[in-house]
């Protein structure tokens, strides 16, 4: 009998098929891992189990009895704890109020037991083998101790099923160490563990089992014998990746755009020099906390540059704003779509000319509106965002692949000629993902330079004329994109043998 | 969803308004008969109309821009004293509106830097604004009414143009060139933005603080408006004008289509929430005898009008 089994759980986002019939048993004592690429569902059906989202349809049964979980707090009552890739915690308030939020230990007239609460901090850190103050403010610590923070707050709660969404992505070799150390004495306790991660070795090493989804399909189950990783890639990848991607650029004519020499901003990186080259890809890679999207927001002006200098289409500039950033020619697309990028409240039309208002607006400051709209409609027709004719649709009906377009549409009207896009493939589907590619790698072929920030190795790799690495807010390399790895980029990312 | 349909929505609050407003005369005048239809009922009820336009305009630039302005009552009690102060003591007409109008402005710029530059919240900017000038109508009044003022003066609001009275007629031209303005100027167009999300806004080149303060102040300047001609109508200044009418300001534009965040709001929309919240007053006052009651309804429609206001952009965000 298994602990936890799910069946033919679907999910979708609008039209976006998320899940699609994913069937699949778990044991008590085993150590699960999922993994397929970005997008392929992995984060949605945890987040299912942890009674985050509710499927559409299918069932989720624990020993054989079908559980309705309809949020987080139910999940923990039937012994399901998880542990986000996004970290949680409140940061102005101490390690063990986040460990114990919500069950801190109380004498008999319900008040805060502090000295009972941090002891049980202390032992719960002990467990894992770290030795921390309870009492230390989470905000000062680093985001890899953060993460550990994060995983014992809900080891805490005494879990059966433990889920793991890329719990290692931010951690150093020995916090990784201790982590794998930890998970298999839960498991020879008979905790479930699910884990999920990018990274192969990970997986090879730790999981007893392993299950491959694609395209929010199910595609298999394989053994600890049967675990290799070709076998593993194969099944993730089904299909030939090189058509995916569009032809990089022919020839270099290193015509640079912008130059940092020795960029800093306090806390969040340090002496970056970067060249942007007109008509390429610049990829920029590096782990969560490295600093790539707090460099893109001193360049673009949302942030202030402590020290170094920035030359920009051949002088020294300071930007005091975005605005000043757009009026010089420079885009963001921003990593958030939600909260940054769009607004989601407002039609599609009032989107797309939303960063090039001045622009289109005649005498005396009235806007045009006809313009706006042909403007609108020409990029919903050259971008192919459906549904067609949207121009007057709220943007939040539209699907998340036709939302990062029309938030592209937005830069591309700007007419820019540096645009910087942080992940313009999150949260989009294969198809939405290579028309994007396309997209991007036509505007460097017009002459544009395009800086790429992903944290997607395949895209880097796909779409890069260049790669830029960063590690902890400093540039480890600059390596050009002709047989380059992706473990060879992840390495640079590690910073492995690296001088700092 | 069918785009056709979408297409409709917009305007099927107007309409639902609309129906609301003529169902409730014809039930009323069924009921009451003549005690409500009469003339002199019918001018009690639109009496407050041309103030209440003035103000629900003014607070809808403000909810648009996903704020709030509970001064404007104490703005219009503060600029009406100004003016009927600077006439009394024999000031011209002109530079006594002029200087009534700049008070306003200022008013509402100082609270939009407080709110844009320093990050007050708006509740709290304003809150204070209110108690501040209402404070200093009492002081300079001590109290007493101010009398005395010119024929000239008073003619602005108790004129008629057509039958319709001048004050009517001076609220219904404000409100519709701002509510024409406010899709086709950029200045004005930019709330929306800055209303729908102030980062983003930010991130695409919109000068939010300028937009801000421009919206306040707007607000601020069509109180000071509602002042003059309130003070002019009425004959006189007193400290206690406009008690409460940020109330009914707020719940008209939320009944009328305006977001209490940010980012929605239709002119159309707010006039006919001036008359419904106008209209729900007179019908409890017709049944319970007692306008002591206004201030509670209008306490209660704002609450509903905010509610519903809330379970529909929940419901958008799902």
């Not at chain 1, 039609?347 to 005396?364: F, P, R, Y």
């Not at chain 2, 710029?109 to 830097?113: E, F, K, L, M, S």
């Not at chain 2, 991130?203 to 707007?218: C, D, F, H, K, W």
């Given at each position: 009998?298994?602990?936890?089994?799910?069946?033919?759980?679907s999910?979708?986002?609008?039209?976006?098929?998320?899940?699609?019939?994913?069937?699949?048993?778990?044991?008590?004592?085993?150590?699960?891992?999922?993994?397929?690429?970005n997008?392929?569902?992995?984060?949605?059906?945890?987040?299912?189990?942890?009674?985050?989202?509710?499927?559409?349809?299918?069932?989720?049964l624990?020993?054989?009895?079908?559980?309705?979980?309809?949020?987080?707090?139910?999940?923990?009552?039937?012994?399901?704890?998880?542990?986000?890739?996004?970290?949680?915690?409140?940061?102005?308030?101490?390690?063990?109020?986040?460990?114990?939020v919500?069950?801190?230990?109380?004498?008999?007239?319900?008040?805060?037991?502090?000295?009972?609460?941090?002891?049980?901090?202390?032992?719960?850190?002990?467990?894992?083998?770290?030795?921390?103050?309870?009492?230390?403010?989470?905000?000062?610590?680093?985001?890899?101790?953060?993460?550990?923070?994060?995983?014992v707050?809900?080891?805490?709660?005494?879990?059966?099923?433990l889920?793991?969404d890329?719990?290692?992505?931010?951690?150093?070799?020995?916090?990784?160490?201790?982590?794998?150390?930890?998970?298999?004495?839960?498991?020879?306790?008979?905790?479930l563990?699910?884990?999920?991660?990018?990274?192969?070795?990970?997986?090879?090493?730790?999981?007893?089992?392993?299950?491959?989804?694609?395209?929010?399909?199910?595609?298999?189950?394989?053994?600890?014998?049967?675990?290799?990783?070709?076998?593993?890639?194969?099944?993730?990848?089904?299909?030939?990746?090189?058509?995916?991607?569009?032809?990089?650029?022919?020839?270099?004519?290193?015509?640079?755009?912008?130059?940092?020499?020795?960029?800093?901003?306090?806390?969040?990186?340090?002496?970056?020099d970067?060249?942007?080259?007109?008509?390429e890809?610049?990829?920029?890679?590096?782990?969560?906390?490295?600093?790539?999207?707090?460099?893109?927001y001193?360049?673009?002006?949302a942030?202030?540059?402590?020290?170094?200098?920035?030359?920009?289409?051949?002088?020294?500039?300071?930007?005091?704003?975005?605005?000043?950033?757009?009026?010089?020619?420079?885009?963001?697309?921003?990593?958030?779509?939600?909260r940054?990028?769009?607004?989601?409240?407002?039609?599609?039309?009032?989107?797309?000319?939303?960063?090039?208002?001045?622009?289109?607006?005649?005498?005396?400051?009235?806007?045009?509106e006809r313009?706006?709209?042909?403007?609108?409609?020409?990029?919903?027709?050259?971008?192919?965002?459906?549904?067609?004719?949207?121009?007057?649709?709220?943007?939040?009906?539209?699907?998340?692949?036709?939302?990062?377009?029309?938030?592209?549409?937005?830069?591309?009207?700007?007419?820019?000629?540096?645009?910087?896009v942080?992940?313009?493939?999150?949260?989009?589907?294969?198809?939405?993902?290579?028309?994007?590619?396309?997209?991007?790698?036509?505007?460097?072929?017009?002459?544009?330079?395009?800086?790429?920030?992903?944290?997607?190795?395949?895209?880097?790799?796909?779409?890069?004329?260049?790669?830029?690495?960063?590690?902890?807010?400093?540039?480890?390399?600059?390596?050009?994109n002709?047989?380059?790895?992706?473990?060879?980029?992840?390495?640079?990312?590690?910073?492995?043998?690296?001088?700092? | 969803?069918s785009?056709?349909?979408?297409?409709?929505?917009?305007?099927?609050?107007?309409?639902?308004?609309?129906?609301?407003?003529?169902?409730?005369?014809?039930?009323?005048?069924?009921?009451?008969?003549?005690?409500?239809?009469?003339?002199?009922?019918?001018?009690?009820?639109?009496?407050n109309?041309?103030?209440?336009?003035?103000?629900?305009?003014?607070m809808?630039?403000?909810?648009?821009?996903?704020?709030?302005?509970?001064?404007?009552?104490?703005v219009?009690?503060?600029?009406?004293?100004?003016?009927?102060?600077?006439?009394?003591?024999?000031?011209?007409?002109?530079?006594?509106?002029?200087?009534?109008?700049?008070?306003?402005?200022?008013?509402g710029?100082?609270?939009?830097?407080l709110?844009?530059?320093?990050?007050?919240?708006?509740?709290?900017s304003?809150?204070?604004?209110?108690?501040?000038?209402?404070?200093a109508?009492?002081?300079?009044?001590?109290?007493?009414?101010?009398?005395?003022?010119?024929?000239?003066?008073?003619?602005?609001?108790?004129?008629?143009?057509?039958?319709?009275?001048?004050?009517?007629?001076?609220?219904?031209?404000?409100?519709?060139?701002?509510?024409?303005?406010?899709?086709?100027?950029?200045?004005?167009?930019q709330?929306?933005?800055?209303?729908?999300?102030?980062?983003?806004?930010?991130?695409?080149?919109?000068?939010?603080?300028?937009?801000?303060?421009?919206?306040?102040?707007?607000?601020?300047?069509?109180?000071?408006?509602?002042?003059?001609?309130?003070?002019?109508?009425?004959?006189?200044?007193q400290?206690?004008?406009?008690?409460?009418?940020?109330?009914?300001?707020?719940?008209?534009?939320?009944?009328?289509?305006?977001?209490?965040?940010?980012?929605?709001?239709?002119?159309?929309?707010?006039?006919?929430?001036?008359?419904?919240?106008a209209?729900?007053?007179?019908?409890?006052?017709?049944?319970?005898?007692?306008?002591?009651?206004?201030?509670?309804?209008?306490?209660?429609?704002l609450?509903?009008?905010v509610?519903?206001?809330?379970?529909?952009?929940?419901e958008?965000?799902r």
């Open positions: 009998m298994s602990l936890l089994e799910l069946k033919n759980i999910k979708s986002f609008g039209d976006n098929v998320v899940l699609d019939r994913i069937s699949l048993s778990l044991e008590q004592g085993e150590i699960h891992a999922i993994i397929g690429e997008g392929a569902g992995k984060s949605t059906l945890m987040k299912i189990i942890g009674g985050i989202y509710a499927q559409d349809g299918g069932q989720v624990i020993d054989n009895r079908e559980v309705q979980m309809r949020t987080p707090m139910d999940a923990y009552r039937e012994g399901i704890g998880i542990v986000h890739q996004e970290l949680s915690l409140a940061e102005n308030m101490t390690v063990a109020q986040n460990v114990f919500n069950h801190e230990p109380t004498n008999f007239l319900g008040f805060i037991d502090w000295k009972q609460l941090n002891h049980n901090t202390v032992q719960e850190f002990k467990k894992i083998g770290i030795a921390i103050s309870p009492e230390t403010i989470v905000k000062s610590l680093s985001v890899g101790m953060q993460q550990i923070v994060e995983i707050k809900v080891l805490s709660q005494n879990v059966r099923i889920i793991l890329e719990p290692t992505s931010a951690l150093s070799d020995k916090e990784i160490r201790n982590l794998f150390d930890l998970l298999s004495m839960l498991r020879d306790r008979g905790t563990i699910i884990f999920i991660s990018h990274k192969l070795r990970e997986i090879l090493e730790i999981s007893d089992r392993v299950s491959v989804l694609r395209d929010g399909k199910f595609i298999g189950t394989l053994d600890k014998a049967a675990m290799e990783e070709s076998k593993i890639i194969k099944m993730m990848v089904g299909r030939e990746i090189d058509n995916l991607y569009p032809p990089k650029a022919d020839v270099h004519k290193n015509k640079v755009i912008l130059e940092t020499k020795k960029l800093t901003r306090n806390r969040k990186f340090y002496d970056v970067f060249k942007a080259y007109k008509g890809v610049t990829g920029i890679f590096g782990l969560i906390g490295s600093g790539r999207t707090e460099f893109a001193s360049l673009f002006g942030d202030r540059i402590d020290s170094g200098t920035l030359i920009y289409e051949g002088s020294e500039v300071t930007f005091s704003s975005p605005a000043k950033a757009i009026e010089a020619g420079i885009g963001y697309l921003s990593e958030d779509r939600k940054l990028g769009l607004f989601i409240g407002m039609d599609v039309k009032d989107n797309i000319v939303a960063a090039t208002l001045e622009k289109i607006s005649a005498h005396l400051g009235l806007l045009n313009n706006a709209a042909a403007i609108s409609n020409e990029y919903i027709e050259n971008l192919d965002i459906h549904p067609r004719g949207c121009n007057s649709e709220k943007t939040f009906n539209l699907s998340g692949g036709n939302q990062q377009k029309v938030l592209l549409s937005k830069w591309l009207a700007a007419r820019p000629h540096l645009l910087i942080d992940e313009p493939t999150r949260g989009v589907d294969i198809g939405a993902k290579a028309n994007i590619h396309k997209i991007l790698r036509d505007l460097a072929n017009t002459g544009i330079a395009i800086v790429m920030i992903s944290s997607d190795l395949p895209e880097i790799l796909g779409l890069s004329d260049k790669v830029v690495v960063f590690h902890e807010g400093r540039i480890t390399d600059t390596l050009a002709e047989s380059l790895t992706e473990e060879m980029i992840l390495e640079k990312a590690f910073n492995k043998g690296g001088v700092e | 969803m785009l056709k349909k979408k297409a409709f929505l917009p305007g099927s609050r107007s309409i639902t308004l609309i129906l609301i407003i003529l169902v409730i005369f014809v039930c009323m005048s069924i009921l009451k008969g003549e005690l409500f239809y009469a003339a002199t009922n019918i001018s009690t009820i639109f009496s109309l041309s103030y209440d336009l003035l103000l629900a305009c003014g809808t630039f403000v909810l648009i821009l996903g704020g709030i302005d509970l001064s404007v009552g104490s219009l009690a503060f600029v009406g004293i100004v003016v009927t102060m600077l006439l009394h003591d024999g000031t011209p007409i002109i530079p006594s509106i002029f200087i009534g109008l700049l008070v306003a402005l200022l008013s710029a100082v609270n939009g830097i709110i844009s530059k320093i990050h007050i919240a708006p509740f709290v304003t809150l204070a604004t209110m108690s501040v000038l209402r404070g109508c009492y002081v300079l009044t001590s109290g007493f009414f101010i009398v005395g003022l010119p024929e000239s003066y008073i003619s602005i609001a108790r004129g008629s143009m057509l039958g319709i009275p001048n004050k009517i007629v001076i609220s219904l031209a404000i409100m519709g060139f701002l509510g024409i303005i406010s899709t086709k100027h950029i200045l004005f167009k709330m929306y933005y800055v209303g729908d999300n102030p980062r983003t806004a930010y991130l695409s080149g919109i000068a939010s603080s300028r937009t801000i303060i421009l919206g306040y102040s707007v607000c601020s300047l069509l109180a000071g408006i509602a002042g003059i001609l309130m003070t002019s109508s009425f004959g006189m200044g400290a206690s004008f406009g008690i409460g009418s940020e109330m009914r300001a707020i719940a008209a534009a939320v009944i009328g289509g305006a977001s209490m965040s940010g980012g929605e709001g239709n002119f159309i929309g707010t006039a006919l929430g001036v008359i419904l919240v209209l729900v007053n007179n019908v409890f006052i017709m049944f319970n005898g007692s306008p002591n009651w206004s201030t509670a309804i209008s306490g209660i429609m609450l509903v009008a509610a519903l206001d809330l379970l529909r952009t929940r958008k965000t």
